[in-house]
């Protein structure tokens, strides 16, 4: 967990490393401290550093065979129910997430011996030896806290993202990948303009359907095992990523109240309907990262999705804080859930 | 360094925290592991979560009085020329420093035994017995690593901030600072935004006029004091933060090749001509921190500015990475040269 990698700053990197792709020698990139096989194609995304030392205690006892930290982020490499699985953190913000998808994808799909990229299923290799990718096989399941506008939820619930919604604007760098020209991101996207967001510019797309199926399955199959008492509650609805944790989700502090230009965001996400599929939904959470995890894994054909623990009410009707004992029993639950659907066979 | 300390989720929170301005009974922010009486005035913000511990062996021996750790934002106090100075790491990008930003200004501005803000100068206090506060006597120079697109900038050279371009979204949640309307920021804005930014949105500040001198000044001096060969190089023009590393400063990787709705961004912010003042300027550097540094800081009174080490060069005419050396050089002068300008009598 502790082993001090610096990559760059180190002595890997010299006038030879191409800015545009850093990579060293010892095919690090630059900001992951790990190489491709280092890396299982199924992984657990955490916001806070010191949360991945946290899902290592659920993974396979001795089954840790590569841990490293550089920067906000630090990686180990196990295994759960006896498959391949990374936990990685990624610090905060769509940022981080955009630096930590395109590493992935280097890591993945590069070749760094041959330094080329990977030939993927249905294209023709370069060489005919050459197994192609599978951009599927490529996993991620965010588990994180969060807040909620909503006052159906509760602190201590798990929110499940189908929608995302982008209020950073990370991923207005890339282009917009096909699902997000369906009618019902289209609508969700509609809806979102409607409100004052409409004066920042947002973005919408959605989580992959089977991780958002397979984490609901993964909670109701937790829930068969135990008391009524015990039961986890969860909640699936559209996830709203900020670019801050204040200004930027409505919370207005000190001299900069009266000075937000949003300043009624979360009312507003709060009484949100969107039709979808004639099933209404409403937002279900805010949070930092899940907006660019789910639009860039849509770019490159990976599977994501997010679980979340509630911990800050800020609805209408009710504002409250979780106590240690709902975000540590919250937390347990959506770690597990999320290593139960990411390994599913 | 290493204290282990979570603020939330630990013993300290509960039901009755109030979720739009979480504090611990301790007297903790929600995110950076400290009390007001733990923080100074001059602050030192880095990115990366090891470099705090970097910059603390340059202050005065034996002044380390606290420090502290939660999530990527470590902590110490010391001092530097018998001067109180904090060393702070934010994490990357803009959504984390409006996080600190908010949090400064509560361990600064709140008063946690009144669970009042305190009165500022020039305003009419509700205790006759209080001190007034001076909100410029915060002041925040951030040290980082940065890439450039300029060809008149090489790699080693230390880039000052004088304007600062937010191609990040965080400030659009915030009313602009009166010097936003300025003619020369204005100016600025007008030209970044008949480039392809004008695309995504963006917004122009600039930072604090006497940081940036301070920090001229004290890369002179330094100069002064060594043989040519030694000296620093330095370059002061507009900053510019991206809300990301590869598609959001125009790195094409892998698959999102031929997918950035700016690909041309380094070429576009290299070409830029700023006729500011009737001096010409240009974009000194790119990188993730800066814009929200400014632009808070400027609505909150208190002053700032940044320093980084150029360590990428991605201009039209030359493309390199620099070396570990020219990296450390470059990086132990911005630091000696924060720290002088930080604490100038």
Redesign the interface.
């Given at each position: 967990m502790s082993a001090?990698i610096?990559p760059?700053?180190?002595?890997g990197?010299?006038?030879?490393?191409?800015?545009?792709?850093?990579i060293t020698p010892e095919g690090f990139t630059?900001?992951i401290a790990c190489k491709s096989e280092d890396m299982a194609d199924r992984i657990i995304l955490v916001?806070?550093?010191?949360r991945v030392k946290v899902v290592g205690t659920y993974l396979d006892p001795g089954s840790i065979v590569y841990s490293a930290s550089h920067?906000?982020i630090n990686i180990i490499t196990g295994k759960y129910n006896d498959v391949p699985v990374t936990v990685l953190s990624t610090?905060?913000?769509?940022?981080?997430i955009?630096?930590v998808m395109?590493e992935v994808?280097?890591l993945k799909?590069?070749n760094m011996q041959k330094r080329r990229?990977r030939t993927r299923i249905g294209e023709t290799p370069a060489d005919p030896l050459e197994a192609p990718f599978d951009p599927s096989s490529v996993k991620l399941i965010r588990v994180g806290?969060c807040?909620t506008p909503n006052e159906e939820v509760q602190?201590g619930c798990l929110a499940i993202t189908q929608y995302a919604i982008g209020m950073?604007?990370?991923c207005?760098?890339?282009?917009n990948p096909a699902v997000n020209h369906t009618a019902d991101v289209q609508e969700v996207l509609a809806k979102i303009e409607q409100t004052s967001l409409g004066?920042?510019?947002v973005y919408a797309t959605k989580a992959t359907p089977a991780i958002t199926k397979d984490l609901v399955d993964a909670c109701e199959a937790l829930n068969g095992k135990v008391d009524a008492s015990e039961q986890q509650r969860y909640y699936v609805g559209a996830t709203c990523s900020?670019?801050?944790?204040?200004?930027?989700q409505g919370?207005?502090?000190?001299?900069?109240k009266g000075?937000?230009?949003?300043p009624h965001?979360t009312e507003e996400l709060g009484d949100l309907r969107f039709n979808v599929s004639e099933n209404e939904q409403r937002v279900a959470n805010i949070e930092?990262e899940n907006s660019?995890l789910c639009y860039l894994s849509n770019?490159?054909?990976y599977q994501a999705g997010t679980v979340c623990v509630v911990?800050?009410?800020?609805s209408r009707t009710g504002?409250?804080?979780?106590?240690?004992d709902q975000?540590?029993k919250g937390?347990s639950n959506a770690i597990k859930i999320a290593l139960e659907a990411l390994t599913k066979k």
């Open positions: 001090a610096e760059h700053g180190g002595s990197l010299s006038a030879e490393v191409d800015p545009d792709l850093p630059y900001h916001g806070d550093p010191g920067r906000e610090g905060m913000g769509t940022d981080n955009e630096i395109n994808h280097i799909e590069y990229w806290t807040g602190v950073d604007n990370t207005q760098y890339y282009d004066r920042v510019r900020g670019s801050g944790f204040y200004g930027c919370r207005s502090v000190g001299r900069f000075h937000l230009t949003i965001l930092m660019a770019l490159l054909g911990i800050a009410r800020r504002r409250s804080f979780a106590t240690s975000a540590a937390l």
